[in-house]
């Protein structure tokens, strides 16, 4: 696995080569920066410059290239998705539910990463972290029909459609890392509101470029 635990937060071992950044998916017991840039997440396709600390606006990914500014990304079953320019210094969280995956929230970032810097995607770096597993997640036919299947009940693999949306983008394969973590089988480790439900709480990951 590309992942390590560490004082209650993974990392993506193949990010440690990047001496100017700092980034983690936390667990359950994971106490946040005090200092974060956060969003109302909303399950949409919106992609947002973090201009400032606090919770900025309405949307599902966060991009930041101020050195000490942490961006961050709530997550529960949801998808964490770290993206890191290995040649600009730029990095972006994603927050992808089903209905973001669907939107191509991922893809999006990475064209507005483009857009805003000029991102190449061959040097982006993508952490998809802890999230629901194809174990677990079984949806009904409205849903699958959403992700080209048939009208029909069914198990579908967020992480592994997130890769194939990041690869679609321009990103190399070698360079995207998976957790293989799954949040509803592990709750010693991480909420979830498929198997908690209102009960749950939330997992931040977060990122940023060092001071």
Known sequence: MDFELTNNVYCARPLAQFEWL???FGTRLFEPPESLTTLRQIHSDIVVYADGPGCLAEGDALLSDTPG???GVKTADCVPILLVDERKRTVGAVHAGWRGVVARIAEKAVASMAARWG???????????P?????CFEVGPEVTIQFGGPAE????????TIRRQL??????PGQIYEAGLCT????GEFHSFRRDREKAGRMISVIGVKS
């Open 119 to 129: 991102t190449l995607p061959e040097n982006l770096h993508a952490a998809i972290g």
């Open 69 to 71: 500014r942490r961006i």
């Open 153 to 160: 009940r069914t198990r579908i693999d967020l992480p592994a």
């Open 131 to 135: 999230g629901i597993g194809p174990c």
């Open 184 to 187: 509803v089988c592990r709750p």
């Open 167 to 172: 690869v679609a983008a321009g990103l190399r």
């Open 22 to 24: 700092e980034h983690s």
